[in-house]
C-alpha cells in the first residue's frame, strides 16, 4: 500500500541520516567509446619506466657528488623523489585497473589511492614554489643568499609544506566518508579523482564541494601567484643589473625552473579553464589530465640536468673520476 511505502522511505531516510551508505567497492570508468584505448596505457607504462629510471639516476646524482650537497638541490633532491612516488602512485595502478580489466576498487582503497595521488602532486605544485624562493633570494640578494637559503631553513619549509598538505588532503579525502552512496557506483575518471567520487553521494556534498575550492586554491592558485610574484621581483632586479652578460647569467639560472612551471601548470589551468568556461569531452579531460600527473615526472630531471651547468659539470668530473678509477 502506499501507506507501507511512505514508512519504508522515511525509515531509509532516517537509516541514511543515522548511518552513512559506504559501497563495498567502485568502478573506475575510463575512457568512453575509444578505440584502441590500450595503446595510450601501454605508452603510459613506458612512461613511467623512464621516469623512473631518470627520477632515480638523478637522486643518486645529488646524493654521490658532494658538491651538490647544498639546500638549492635539497629542493630539486625532494622534486624528484615528489615525482618518482607520485608516479608510483598513478600509473601502476592505473595499468592495473584498464590493460588487465580489473576496474573494480574496493572502497577504502579507493580513499588511499585518491590521498596518495593528490598528495604527491600537491607536494610538486608547492616544491616549485620553493625553487621559486631560492631562485627569487640568489637574485634579489646575491650576497646574502648562503646566509638565507641554509639547510635548516630549506628543510624547515619542506617539512612545513609536507605538514600542511597532509592536513590539508587527509581533510580532504577524509570527508568523503560522511557520504552516502545509494545511486550508481561508476567512477568517471582514470582514478579515483575527488570531484568524481563526490558527485556520486546521495546526501549533502557542500562541505566536500568547499574543500575542494580549497584544495584548488590552495594547490594551483596560490602557489602559481607567489611563482609569478617571485618572477615580477626577479625582473626588476634584473633590469637593475648594468652588465647584459651578468643578466643572461643570472636568468639562466631561472631557465630550468620556468619550464618545470609551465610543464605542471599549463594543463592543470587549460582543463580547469576550459571545464569551467566551455564543455570538454570526458575522454579529452582523462588524456590531458593523465599526461599531468605524468609528463612532467618524467621531464623534470632530464630539464634540470640538462639545463643546469652544475649537475652536467658535477656528472663530467664524477665520470672523469670514475674512468681514471677504472684505468689506473
Not at 646575491?142 to 587527509?170: C, D, G, N, Q
Not at 647569467?249 to 582543463?271: D, E, M, Q, R, Y
Request: aromatic letters at 16%; a positive charge.
Amino acid at each position: 500500500t502506499e501507506k507501507e511505502i511512505d514508512s519504508f522511505k522515511q525509515k531509509l531516510i532516517i537509516g541514511f541520516n543515522a548511518t552513512f551508505v559506504h559501497p563495498g567497492r567502485f568502478y573506475l570508468g575510463g575512457f568512453s567509446d575509444m578505440a584502441h584505448d590500450n595503446y595510450y596505457y601501454v605508452f603510459l607504462g613506458f612512461v613511467y619506466i623512464f621516469t623512473v629510471v631518470g627520477n632515480v639516476l638523478f637522486i643518486l646524482i645529488i646524493f654521490l657528488i658532494k658538491t651538490l650537497h647544498t639546500p638549492k638541490y635539497m629542493i630539486v633532491f625532494s622534486l624528484a623523489l615528489t615525482d618518482l612516488c607520485g608516479s608510483t602512485a598513478l600509473i601502476p595502478k592505473l595499468l592495473d585497473t584498464f590493460l588487465f580489466d580489473r576496474r573494480y576498487i574496493l572502497y577504502e582503497a579507493c580513499l588511499s589511492y585518491m590521498f596518495f595521488v593528490l598528495f604527491f602532486a600537491s607536494i610538486q605544485s608547492w616544491t616549485l614554489v620553493i625553487m621559486a624562493y631560492d631562485r627569487f633570494i640568489a637574485i634579489w640578494f646575491p650576497l646574502r643568499y648562503h646566509s638565507i637559503v641554509t639547510k635548516t631553513s630549506i628543510a624547515a619549509m619542506l617539512a612545513f609544506e609536507w605538514l600542511l598538505i597532509t592536513t590539508i588532503v587527509a581533510s580532504t579525502v577524509g570527508l568523503i566518508d560522511r557520504l552516502s552512496f545509494c545511486g550508481s557506483f561508476v567512477v568517471k575518471s582514470f582514478f579515483c579523482d575527488h570531484g568524481p567520487v563526490f558527485y556520486l553521494a546521495c546526501n549533502d556534498t557542500s562541505l566536500n564541494r568547499i574543500m575542494a575550492y580549497v584544495a584548488l586554491v590552495s594547490f594551483i592558485c596560490i602557489p602559481l601567484i607567489l611563482i609569478a610574484f617571485t618572477y615580477v621581483c626577479i625582473s626588476i632586479a634584473l633590469s637593475r643589473i648594468a652588465s647584459g652578460e651578468e643578466r643572461l647569467k643570472a636568468l639562466k639560472t631561472c631557465t630550468s625552473h620556468v619550464i618545470l612551471v609551465a610543464i605542471f601548470f599549463l594543463p592543470l589551468v587549460g582543463t580547469n579553464i576550459a571545464a569551467v568556461a566551455s564543455y570538454i569531452h570526458p575522454n579529452a579531460r582523462i588524456i590531458n589530465s593523465t599526461l599531468t600527473y605524468t609528463i612532467p615526472a618524467l621531464l623534470n630531471p632530464i630539464i634540470y640536468a640538462l639545463k643546469t651547468e652544475e649537475v652536467m659539470n658535477a656528472v663530467k668530473k664524477l665520470w672523469k673520476k670514475k674512468t681514471f678509477i677504472n684505468t689506473a
